[in-house]
């Protein structure tokens, strides 16, 4: 089993900055992929960014450029550093993790199985 907590979110102006983290805990003998996905109002949840722990980060269209996915292997805590935030970012950002193929980065929701509660992130104009 493996939980995750995020923190981080709040509001900004529009051209400003944010970053995200989410804490890793319980099992993480086994190598993992992790990945950043938001949703936001009256929408379907979406995948930002994933990560595996060999480095390999895969980066949705609408955020290549100014977001930017990492993961600390040894404190087992995974960032989004957002730049340049627009209107159309603000959402309920949720990090996940799973042990399945954790070679490959993915953006798909049904990759993961493990979820964390959510961090909400604003954008005022």
């Known amino acids: 089993q493996v939980q995750l907590v995020e923190s981080g979110g709040g509001s900004v102006h529009s051209g400003g900055s944010l970053r995200l983290t989410c804490a890793l805990s319980?099992?993480?003998?086994?190598?993992?992929?992790m990945a950043w996905f938001r949703q936001a109002p009256g929408k379907g949840r979406e995948g930002v960014a994933g990560?595996?722990?060999?480095?390999?980060?895969v980066y949705a269209d609408s955020v290549k450029g100014r977001f930017t996915i990492s993961l600390n292997n040894a404190k087992n805590t995974l960032y989004l550093q957002m730049n340049s935030l627009k209107s159309e970012d603000a959402a309920m950002y949720y990090c996940?993790?799973?042990?399945?193929?954790?070679?490959?980065?993915?953006?798909?929701?049904?990759?993961?199985?493990?979820w964390g509660p959510g961090t909400q992130v604003g954008v005022s104009s």
């Open positions: 319980g099992d993480t003998s086994r190598g993992y992929r």
């Open positions: 990560i595996t722990q060999e480095d390999n980060s």
């Open positions: 996940a993790a799973d042990q399945y193929l954790w070679w490959q980065p993915s953006l798909r929701e049904l990759d993961f199985r493990y």
